[in-house]
């Protein structure tokens, strides 16, 4: 070993450090479960003090010694296990997948080459398939991990455009101008994509959405219909299954069988509300998705897997071997399984499969649908409460554990609305540690609850509306109007 080298900076592969490494391991272990175990006790999102120096030393240091600035950084992080951490689709990850990433990050392998994971490569399309078939997306289906929702959009219609407009070789040049069409709901990734792909983001024509936040069919066709009269080819439609704000679903059946008519691929961003596929009572709400040609679902969202952890599935695996595959030639190309790194946007990338695998193995599927039940309990029960104030309105029903909302308080001019909503947002976070996020929805600031956390219960939803009628007393005073 280097002499200038901490006697711990690796684990010895012959063990001459196991019983310090050993120590170092438990110590962090300990500072972890101390943190998550009394996460209730933190705030939702805390305030930040200055961290720790960044500034890189000219010596190795002492490892036990930095794992008190670790513990500032923990304590200094956003905190998905608090009950009051309703804000975002970020949930406090199942315990199996910590420890899934935990061995991932121990074996570091590379999901480029079956050769650098011989284990996770086989692992991952298996799952993948397994997952893809749930979706009812049929034999030849499969899928892979990918690091986000906006990247299996990404890699979704890139397959999509290559096959649709026969384009792997030559790209666009001298292309009639390709456009997808996506609901005005869909996540900004649609958008991202376009650029990437060369379409800009005008490239992807917004259709209208309905009160409910659903795309509209009819307005679909005639988005495609006027398309097609300014000289455009749209070769996709994106439709959303569990939209960013709200957590609507577009109406699958009826948007395929447009798809189908004109000829475009169907991708279904699930990113969040794929894992109603989990739920017997609510996977009704997904009908149609089997009929799509991918999907992206990131169970680093409702399936509580740690980040980061997203899928994009296909209905013909084949698809990506002909019309994506780029195959790398430093690779074994005996190969018995596929290297993944050649039909995937990503090359080398995590092992995310283990943490998944694991976290399903635990909970299999009756503890996800008993998670995704709770949490749609919890939804009825807020829902009540905001029907019970009449200045209270909901942006639309929810279709999932999404719970947009504002207040409209007659004592305040309109104009005066997205303030108050904002400073509401504020109030409940200092003063009821909970975390509501804030997002523009229609032109208007909404306040959004997730309702992920298995430890907020009614009687925190309760005490949270009991807040908000005590803050409401005063409104306009708080606000200076
Ligand atoms: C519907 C939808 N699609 C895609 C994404 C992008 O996912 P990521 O942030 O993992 O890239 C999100 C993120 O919230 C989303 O809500």
């Known amino acids: 070993m280097v002499l200038s080298l ?13 019983a310090q490494i050993s120590s170092l391991l438990k110590a962090t272990a300990d500072q972890i479960l101390d943190y998550l175990s009394s996460a209730a006790t933190h705030p939702p999102l805390p305030e930040l003090d200055p ?14 010694e930095l794992l008190a600035p670790l513990q500032r950084i923990m304590t200094q992080s956003m905190n998905p296990a608090h009950p009051g951490y309703i804000g975002h689709m970020d949930p406090l990850p199942t315990t199996a997948s910590l420890l899934g990433d935990w061995v991932a990050a121990a074996l570091n392998n590379n999901m480029l080459s079956v050769e650098m994971s011989p284990a996770l490569s086989r692992l991952e399309p298996q799952l993948m398939a397994e997952i893809a078939q749930m979706f009812g997306l049929g034999e030849r289906s499969g899928g892979l991990l990918v690091s986000g929702g906006s990247l299996a959009n990404l890699q979704a219609l890139t397959v999509a455009r290559n096959l649709k407009l026969n384009c792997l070789d030559q790209g666009l040049i001298g292309q009639v101008p390709p456009v997808i069409l996506a609901s005005e709901m869909a996540h900004t990734s649609i958008q991202k994509a376009a ?10 024509i917004p259709v209208a959405a309905d009160a409910q936040g659903q795309m509209h069919p009819e307005a679909l066709e005639n988005c495609l219909q006027a398309c ?3 000289g455009q080819r749209p070769f996709a439609v994106v439709a959303t299954a569990g939209t960013t704000v709200t957590g609507s679903i577009d109406p699958l059946l009826a948007i395929h069988r447009l798809a189908r008519s004109y000829n475009l691929w169907f991708h279904v961003d699930a990113a969040y509300g794929g894992a109603l596929i989990f739920s017997p009572d609510q996977s009704y709400r997904l009908e149609g998705i089997h009929l799509a040609d991918s999907i992206t679902f990131n169970p680093q969202k409702w399936l509580y897997v740690t980040k980061t952890c997203a899928s994009v599935l296909f209905r013909d695996m084949t698809w990506l071997q002909d019309h994506f595959r780029i195959s790398a030639p430093y690779m074994n190309d005996l190969a018995d399984w596929t290297n993944l790194g050649e039909i995937a946007l990503q090359g080398t990338r995590h092992g995310d499969s ?24 919890l939804t009825r029960s807020m829902v009540d409460y905001i029907d019970q ?5 909901l942006a639309c029903t929810p279709a999932m554990n999404l719970v947009c909302f504002r207040s409209c308080p007659r004592a305040l001019p309109e104009s005066q609305w997205d303030r108050w909503n904002s400073h509401l947002q504020k109030e409940l976070l200092k003063a009821g540690q ?5 997002p523009w929805w229609r032109g208007q600031r909404w306040l959004k609850a997730v309702l992920l956390n298995p430890y907020t219960t009614k009687e925190h939803i309760g005490q949270w509306f009991e807040l908000i009628d005590t803050l409401s007393v005063s409104v306009g005073t708080d606000l200076g109007v």
């Open 354 to 377: 283990l943490k998944l695998w694991l976290a399903l193995q635990h909970l299999g599927k009756a503890g996800y649908a008993a998670l995704i039940e709770t949490s749609y309990d």
């Open 434 to 438: 909970v975390f509501l996020s804030l």
């Open 195 to 204: 650029m990437v792909l060369g379409l800009g983001r005008q490239g992807v």
């Open 6 to 18: 901490p006697e711990n900076a690796f684990i010895d592969p012959s063990g001459h450090n196991q």
């Open 51 to 64: 961290l720790p120096l960044a500034t890189i030393p000219d010596q190795p240091g002492d490892l036990a």
């Open 389 to 393: 104030r009449s200045h209270l309105t």
């Open 228 to 230: 097609l009269r300014a």
